[in-house]
């Protein structure tokens, strides 16, 4: 009697161990023939812990963005119950809402028609006969602070992407804070900056009526303000006008360039955005026009004609990198609110060269020791449970590699513990086929019985360590995710090598030797 296997398992046991090989093979090759290798083809990125690299805690200023819409849904409402001529009197924002007091009985019906009209998300409250207060909800506030999280960590990898910080890594943690790992950048101080420019980019039309030397500064008109100048020895400050003529939001390229030999950034508007800044152009020919970023006016150009291209450059005493910098802040986009540094580490690389040390003798001890027990305990057959291990191994490299994960500490634990659970699933199976051989089967049929039902034990007791993994996973962050990978996927190949691995070369043994002994201490 022959050990059955069918060549659709044979085919599928041996191109798997094929593709965990070619996957595994990057992570023995030297940096320049890796530089050669397809993208989809690259060895396992190794993370903060073991290259060593920057760790930084950010918290994302949504209480900022909060109280800024409040500011501007008052400004809003003042101006609509001008125009409705409804009487108000003692405007004024808090930190819990809009307050405002209008005298007239009559006209309460019209004000909240008007606060609905701006804005329906927001709650009004009588407070007394004539105060009303405006706030928005628990459930819109929320929205609104997933809303800017997320869209921050998409702006913050976008930067940090275009930096050319390779392997980092963005985590949420909680509400409103993110968490960026930088691997192998040791000072980030040049990232720091460019993750936490707001990049808030808006064109205005300066002020002309306002002589900044005249006490008339002091008495501004409606609808001006001062904004401090990038070259503030040569202008100090600007009257700029509030109302803005386009901004940032309708950017959709910003190059590093060359302008009389000084380092400039070209932009390009969309179509709208185009319009807009053409038909401003051509009704203020001969005026200033302010370029303001983030709160500070980088470049005052006057208008000599119509620029009806929907394209400008910015110009202001750039060197070349902070021309590239800005070019890439203004692709990426402004951030929604200021982010705030509440911790920051350095790993040195010397300290992940330790610890990947460690852990390649924490590995080869541990299999080592594994691959001793097998041999001793249950002779040729340990022997080839020790093969199916070491497939074991590399499928599970292969397989790190092949989604692009990232090695941590915690990662190669998991590896470890992969590696001492990953014969369980044999003795499991060698232990049922010596009971059955006890039982007075022949040693093909004693096999078969074994892997049969040893089958269900097996995948009861490695699908609740997956079951565990996967909710390390969903709940865990960082270095227990980390763990949690390693160990789902080792689970993954364990169950491959032990019920396919190990039975294809007892079955390939079997069949070719027809042994007369049997060959299990």
């Not at 600007?238 to 060359?258: N, T, Y």
């Not at 390009?268 to 200033?288: A, C, D, I, Y």
């Not at 980088?298 to 005493?317: C, D, K, M, N, T």
Request: aromatic share 6%; proline share 5%.
């Amino acid at each position: 009697m022959m050990l059955h296997f069918s060549k659709r398992k044979s085919a599928l046991t041996v191109g798997v161990c094929a593709l965990g090989i070619l996957f595994a093979v990057p992570n023995i090759l030297s940096r320049p023939l890796v530089a050669r290798l397809p993208v989809w083809l690259q060895p396992v990125h190794l993370g903060l812990d073991l290259q060593g690299g920057s760790h930084l805690l950010i918290e994302v200023g949504v209480h900022d963005v909060a109280h800024e819409q409040l500011i501007n849904m008052a400004e809003s409402l003042r101006a609509s119950l001008r125009r409705a001529r409804v009487l108000q009197r003692n405007l004024t924002v808090t930190t819990e809402g809009v307050t405002v007091v209008i005298p007239n009985a009559d006209q309460h019906k019209q004000a909240r028609r008007l606060v609905h009209e701006l804005d329906r998300s927001v709650r009004i409250e009588q407070r007394s006969n004539d105060t009303f207060h405006l706030s928005y909800s628990a459930e819109y506030l929320q929205k609104l602070c997933d809303m800017i999280v997320t869209q921050s960590i998409r702006i913050v990898r976008q930067r940090v992407d275009e930096s050319g910080t390779r392997e980092a890594v963005l985590l949420r943690q909680g509400s409103k804070r993110l968490i960026v790992e930088l691997p192998g950048v040791a000072d980030p101080a040049r990232i720091k900056h460019l993750i936490g420019r707001t990049a808030k980019l808006t064109l205005h039309l300066v002020d002309e009526r306002v002589n900044i030397g005249d006490s008339a500064a002091r008495h501004l008109p409606p609808g001006t303000r001062l904004l401090p100048s990038a070259d503030a020895a040569r202008e100090g400050m600007l009257p700029i006008r509030k109302s803005v003529v386009v901004s940032g939001e309708d950017l959709v390229d910003a190059q590093p360039s060359f302008q009389n030999g000084q380092p400039v950034v070209t932009f390009r508007f969309n179509p709208l955005g185009g319009r807009k800044f053409g038909k401003m152009t051509q009704e203020n020919v001969s005026k200033r026009l302010a370029i303001v970023l983030d709160g500070k006016v980088i470049s005052a150009p006057v208008i000599r004609e119509p620029i009806l291209s929907g394209s400008g450059v910015i110009s202001g005493r750039f060197t070349v990198q902070e021309a590239q910098d800005l070019a890439m802040l203004l692709r990426a986009g402004a951030l929604p609110a200021p982010l705030t540094y509440l911790e920051e580490r350095t790993v040195g690389p010397s300290l992940g060269v330790d610890s990947i040390r460690a852990g390649a003798i924490a590995c080869v001890i541990g299999l080592g020791l594994v691959i001793v027990f097998m041999g001793a305990i249950y002779g040729l057959f340990g022997l080839f449970a020790d093969l199916a291990l070491l497939v074991n191994l590399v499928l599970l490299i292969g397989i790190l590699s092949a989604i692009g994960a990232t090695l941590t500490l915690p990662g190669i634990a998991g590896i470890v513990l992969t590696l001492g659970m990953a014969v369980d699933a044999n003795v499991l199976i060698y232990e049922r086929v010596r009971e059955e051989k006890r039982n007075g089967r022949s040693i093909p049929s004693a096999l078969e019985a074994g892997y049969q039902r040893a089958f269900t034990t097996i995948i009861d007791s490695n699908v609740t360590t997956l079951m565990a993994a996967l909710l390390l996973f969903q709940f865990g962050s960082g270095p227990v995710r980390g763990f949690a990978v390693t160990l789902g996927f080792g689970i993954i190949t364990s169950m491959f090598s032990a019920l396919l691995v190990n039975r294809y070369l007892v079955v390939l043994w079997i069949n070719y030797t027809q042994p007369k002994i049997f060959p299990l201490p």
